[in-house]
């Protein structure tokens, strides 16, 4: 049978509720299943406040951490596609997955922001997750502060797509 991402992942989120799903190792703060789907669905219900359409593109362009996780799984349940990129790419790299992605969003630190001039004029949405969001940026509170329940439903079909990734570009561009 097919299930969406987020669905599998937390289809027995009830037998697991208060146990461990992940550990913020900037912080040590630790997320239980429920927390982590919870925190998913407002994230969603972020995006879709935003205006992300089902099938509509997310970029992270983000190092190892939680709001990763979050956003990710967030996409899912919007019926949103995610691609990754490496917040090492030059800022050329960078934009030429965003357009040929057709990132609408785009989750980084702020540190990075300076990579995407290219992009903030493509009607691109830049949500950082440092405390302090850069001029022309949202915060990624809108997302993880969103109210979970003004989400709308979605039909997931089993040739959607969740994650549009792109090779690292170790022998070129990324592709």
């Known amino acids: 049978d097919h299930l969406p991402l987020h669905t599998y992942c937390f289809e027995r989120v009830a037998e697991f509720a208060d146990r461990p799903c992940l550990i913020d190792g900037a912080t040590d703060r630790?997320?239980?299943?429920?927390?982590v789907e919870l925190i998913s669905r407002k994230v969603a219900a972020g995006l879709a406040k935003?205006?992300?359409?089902?099938?509509?593109v997310v970029?992270?362009?983000?190092?190892?951490c939680i709001e990763f996780a979050f956003v990710f799984m967030g996409a899912s349940v919007?019926?949103?596609?995610v691609t990754t990129a490496n917040p090492f790419y030059k800022p050329g790299e960078i934009?030429?997955?965003?357009?040929?992605a057709g990132a609408r969003?785009?989750?980084?630190?702020a540190a990075y922001v300076e990579k995407l001039a290219d992009l903030q004029s493509h009607d691109v949405l830049i949500i950082t997750?440092?405390?302090a969001p850069k001029e022309g940026c949202q915060h990624i509170s809108v997302l993880t502060e969103a109210d979970e329940t003004q989400c709308p439903a979605v039909k997931i079909h089993p040739d959607?797509?969740?994650a549009l990734p792109y090779s690292s570009g170790t022998t070129g561009l990324p592709k």
């Not at 935003?50 to 509509?56: A, I, N, S």
């Not at 934009?95 to 040929?100: E, F, G, I, M, S």
């Open 30 to 35: 630790t997320y239980c299943f429920a927390e």
């Open 50 to 56: 935003l205006g992300l359409q089902q099938g509509q």
């Open 59 to 64: 970029m992270l362009l983000l190092p190892n």
């Open 78 to 81: 919007r019926g949103a596609i």
């Open 95 to 100: 934009a030429k997955q965003a357009k040929a």
């Open 105 to 109: 969003i785009i989750v980084t630190l």
């Open 129 to 131: 997750i440092d405390d």
């Open 160 to 162: 959607d797509v969740v």
